[in-house]
């Protein structure tokens, strides 16, 4: 058997996780307006979603990185993929109990697993092949996690979404046992997509186990702390960049649906196609456009390019009316689509043997997904307008944008090392 074609069904296996953790982290998008529905909720109470997620992330960040030392990266994906399962079977008591606080504690031990997945997956995917078309195969594998991102709406808008919207008075004239009736069928509807996913999660996890995938060998250097590290100056701003990037995509996608319907006055049906179809397919080919173009135009010009148009972008979700506002978000999808990855390479720039310290500080960045769009739902429920809760990306890509002119500059602080 050639290397090649040894490495070709690990290779597929761990492809497969960049668009599972896509899909369920996009579906999202389809759960905070679901549940707001289901539970009665405000903007900022269906928020919880993401800050579930996202926080998450950031604890299980070093916790999974010290898991893979220990035990391994196969194993590690293995407890990560059980965790995703276990998480998505959660979903069935949390809707037949209807309690909003058991859907996020599903929505918790599922984002658990999917940290430990990114932890393994990318460098996973540069050695099984090649080293000379790693980068290559690394930009195949991200491509469907793109992919996800239109798919994930379309999912949601075919098996959750029901159709029926009912306004405070609609619900306040109905009985005490329809109103029952109605709210349970709005909760249990996500219980049928999240038993196929967990049942789909747990078959990868027995591939997995019975597959043979090569060692990670991994250089031994010397243990310093994460926040030594930050003395390079162009990381330190990369974190913060990619904080505020984060709760920037998470509020463009989680309250799009909720920006639409009041805005525009879609149903939510037809505002979760405009998320898949449009949104979505705007952020998948604006990664590979970007990734074309970045032949000619430097990285950190790009960035900032695509930071200032998403400025004026989002002032037009801010003020206008009706569909300029869902074209202004598709819009944003698209130049939102490289900065992740241009952030992250421009932050890790010649680290050296501190680049796996200072991933590490990035990837924890995405804690801003957490907190950012709980921000967006207080402005909007305090002013009764969810457009002004657009201010937050606003003020988020006003940050990369600075990040994109002076922020990427290698910069480091000399640290002074005292005699013994």
């Given at each position: 058997?050639?290397k090649s074609?040894?490495?070709?069904?690990p290779?597929?296996?761990v492809?497969s996780l960049?668009?599972?953790?896509g899909?369920?982290?996009?579906?999202?998008?389809?759960?905070?307006?679901?549940?707001r529905?289901?539970?009665?909720?405000?903007?900022?109470?269906?928020?919880?979603?993401d800050?579930?997620?996202?926080i998450a992330?950031f604890l299980m960040a070093?916790?999974?990185g010290?898991i893979m030392?220990?035990?391994?990266?196969?194993?590690?994906?293995?407890?990560?993929?059980l965790l995703?399962?276990?998480?998505?079977?959660?979903f069935v008591?949390?809707?037949n109990t209807?309690?909003?606080?058991?859907f996020l504690?599903?929505?918790?031990?599922?984002?658990c697993?999917?940290?430990?997945?990114e932890?393994?997956?990318?460098?996973y995917?540069?050695?099984?092949?090649p080293e000379?078309?790693a980068?290559?195969?690394l930009?195949?594998?991200?491509s469907f996690n793109g992919?996800?991102?239109?798919v994930?709406?379309?999912?949601?808008?075919w098996?959750?979404l029901s159709?029926k919207?009912?306004?405070e008075?609609?619900?306040?004239a109905?009985?005490?046992?329809?109103?029952?009736?109605?709210l349970?069928?709005?909760?249990?509807s996500?219980?049928?997509?999240?038993i196929?996913i967990?049942?789909?999660i747990l078959a990868?996890?027995?591939?997995?186990?019975l597959?043979?995938?090569?060692?990670i060998?991994?250089?031994?250097?010397?243990?310093k702390s994460l926040?030594?590290?930050l003395?390079?100056?162009?990381l330190?701003?990369?974190?913060?960049?990619?904080?505020f990037?984060?709760?920037?995509q998470?509020?463009v996608?989680?309250f799009?649906?909720?920006?639409a319907?009041?805005?525009a006055?879609?149903?939510e049906?037809?505002a979760a196609?405009?998320?898949?179809?449009?949104?979505?397919?705007?952020f998948?080919?604006?990664?590979?456009?970007?990734?074309?173009?970045m032949?000619?135009i430097?990285?950190?010009?790009?960035?900032s390019?695509?930071a200032?148009?998403?400025?004026?972008l989002?002032?037009?979700?801010?003020f206008?009316?009706g569909?300029?506002t869902?074209?202004?978000?598709?819009?944003?999808?698209?130049?939102?689509?490289i900065?992740f990855p241009?952030?992250f390479?421009?932050?890790?720039k010649?680290l050296?043997?501190e680049?796996?310290?200072?991933s590490?500080?990035?990837?924890?960045?995405?804690?801003?997904?957490?907190?950012?769009?709980?921000?967006?739902?207080?402005?909007?429920?305090?002013?009764?307008?969810?457009?002004?809760g657009y201010?937050?990306?606003?003020?988020?890509?006003?940050?990369?944008l600075?990040?994109?002119?002076?922020?990427?500059k290698?910069?480091t602080?000399?640290?002074?090392?005292?005699p013994?």
């Amino acid at each position: 058997m050639s290397k090649s074609n040894k490495y070709l069904v690990p290779f597929i296996l761990v492809t497969s996780l960049f668009f599972f953790w896509g899909l369920i982290i996009n579906l999202d998008s389809i759960l905070i307006p679901h549940l707001r529905k289901a539970f009665r909720l405000n903007t900022l109470q269906s928020s919880l979603v993401d800050s579930a997620v996202f926080i998450a992330y950031f604890l299980m960040a070093i916790p999974a990185g010290l898991i893979m030392q220990r035990l391994g990266y196969r194993i590690g994906i293995i407890i990560g993929l059980l965790l995703f399962a276990t998480g998505s079977f959660l979903f069935v008591p949390a809707a037949n109990t209807r309690e909003y606080a058991f859907f996020l504690m599903a929505l918790f031990v599922i984002a658990c697993g999917l940290a430990m997945l990114e932890t393994a997956a990318n460098p996973y995917a540069t050695v099984l092949g090649p080293e000379e078309t790693a980068t290559r195969r690394l930009n195949f594998a991200q491509s469907f996690n793109g992919l996800a991102v239109v798919v994930a709406p379309l999912i949601g808008r075919w098996f959750i979404l029901s159709g029926k919207e009912y306004t405070e008075a609609d619900l306040g004239a109905m009985s005490d046992q329809g109103r029952t009736v109605y709210l349970q069928s709005e909760a249990s509807s996500v219980k049928g997509p999240y038993i196929i996913i967990g049942l789909v999660i747990l078959a990868v996890a027995i591939l997995f186990l019975l597959s043979k995938l090569p060692d990670i060998k991994e250089e031994k250097t010397e243990r310093k702390s994460l926040f030594h590290t930050l003395r390079h100056r162009h990381l330190a701003w990369a974190v913060i960049a990619q904080f505020f990037y984060v709760g920037a995509q998470v509020c463009v996608t989680s309250f799009f649906i909720n920006l639409a319907r009041r805005s525009a006055g879609l149903p939510e049906k037809t505002a979760a196609d405009y998320l898949g179809w449009g949104y979505g397919i705007a952020f998948m080919s604006g990664r590979f456009f970007g990734t074309f173009i970045m032949k000619y135009i430097r990285p950190n010009r790009l960035l900032s390019i695509y930071a200032a148009i998403n400025i004026l972008l989002s002032l037009l979700a801010v003020f206008s009316k009706g569909m300029i506002t869902v074209y202004a978000l598709i819009a944003i999808g698209f130049f939102m689509s490289i900065m992740f990855p241009t952030i992250f390479a421009l932050g890790i720039k010649d680290l050296g043997h501190e680049t796996k310290m200072g991933s590490s500080l990035i990837i924890m960045a995405i804690v801003g997904g957490a907190f950012l769009p709980p921000v967006l739902g207080y402005i909007s429920d305090v002013t009764k307008n969810i457009q002004n809760g657009y201010v937050v990306p606003l003020i988020c890509f006003v940050v990369v944008l600075w990040f994109g002119l002076r922020g990427y500059k290698v910069r480091t602080k000399e640290v002074s090392v005292k005699p013994s």
